[in-house]
């Protein structure tokens, strides 16, 4: 059972909950992009992030961006750890949800539902907004 | 002794073959580091460039690739608040020029559907791998394809800072990834200012 709160970007599921859901806007032509959110662990156990799904596309992963002597590396990884009454930011530049084959034209302010899934079980509905970051 | 001879020739001849490689490998390993980058042709938007058209302005360059989810969308929206932030005067001073590294996935229209939404006066450079490696590799950028065990099959490893140029297209500095961009526009300032 969980509570859905109608603030723009609080969203609570059992131990887990996600704030600041944002999908970068990106040109019309391109059919990728990422989307960043902090996840906050209230348990006393490690929760880990395994699946990330909704409308928007059929092919959503979650990476990991590595920095190394100047050259970025991104790697695709198989969740994402929720640390024990802890957090996790995805941000640019470091974990986030890639999202590829986007089926709709993103545009600024929209807003698009996704579903987390989880190791222990639990599953969480969020809506991310899409933020023109060159603005 | 004639079997002493025949080992000797042996011997002569296989010393010969090593040197012929190792002189064949070293001119070879010359003439990659003698490319001159300044003459090697790319596709753009209005027809194929190389460096020398754009002597006399400061040059940005930047190596990236349309399925980059992250980085690049980053150092696009970088340049561009950059930009926006120089007078005009100055901004006619700098070219930003995008160099492709994925040219088996990206096409010119793909790429000017992309670059040129961030500033419909962005360069594109478009061109093989066997042209865009050394030129690359010229300006210090490395890249390298990835398989990925993911939908997108591959992703390019790459440097991600932007190499800067002056005037008579040598390398005068370069901007690293995550400056910020009033930052960036005080160090395009200081770099249109360093040549007068």
Do not use: W
Request: proline share 4%.
């Amino acid at each position: 059972m969980f509570l859905m709160f109608f603030f723009s970007q609080l969203s609570f599921a059992g131990a887990i909950s996600a704030s600041n859901v944002q999908i970068r806007l990106t040109p019309p032509v391109s059919k990728t992009t990422a989307m960043f959110l902090t996840l906050k662990n209230s348990s006393d156990k490690e929760v880990k992030l395994k699946k990330v799904s909704g409308d928007l596309s059929d092919n959503i992963e979650l990476h990991d961006m590595i920095m190394e002597n100047n050259s970025m590396k991104m790697r695709a990884v198989t969740e994402i750890k929720i640390p024990q009454k802890g957090e996790v930011i995805l941000k640019s530049g470091s974990l986030h949800v890639m999202i590829f084959d986007i089926k709709k034209e993103l545009k600024e302010n929209d807003k698009h539902k996704f579903k987390l899934t989880f190791d222990n079980g639990e599953n969480l509905e969020i809506e991310a907004s899409v933020k023109d970051f060159n603005k | 002794m004639g079997a002493r001879l025949k080992d000797s020739i042996k011997l002569i001849l296989s010393i010969i073959i090593l040197f012929g490689l190792i002189i064949f490998a070293y001119q070879k390993n010359m003439l990659n580091a003698q490319i001159d980058p300044q003459n090697v042709y790319f596709q753009t938007a209005s027809g194929p460039k190389n460096l020398k058209s754009f002597n006399g302005k400061i040059v940005l360059l930047y190596f990236g690739f349309l399925s980059c989810p992250d980085v690049c969308p980053t150092t696009m929206s970088f340049i561009s608040k950059a930009f926006k932030q120089l007078s005009p005067e100055d901004q006619k001073k700098v070219e930003f020029i995008f160099i492709d590294l994925d040219p088996k996935r990206d096409t010119m229209e793909k790429l000017r559907g992309y670059v040129e939404y961030f500033n419909p006066n962005f360069q594109i450079f478009l061109a093989e791998e066997k042209s865009t490696r050394p030129f690359a590799r010229f300006f210090g950028v490395d890249y390298r394809e990835v398989p990925l065990k993911s939908n997108m099959g591959y992703t390019v490893d790459h440097s991600t800072d932007i190499v800067v140029l002056g005037k008579n297209g040598k390398i005068i500095g370069n901007i690293h990834h995550g400056t910020d961009s009033e930052v960036g526009t005080s160090i395009i300032k200081d770099f249109i200012n360093s040549q007068p």
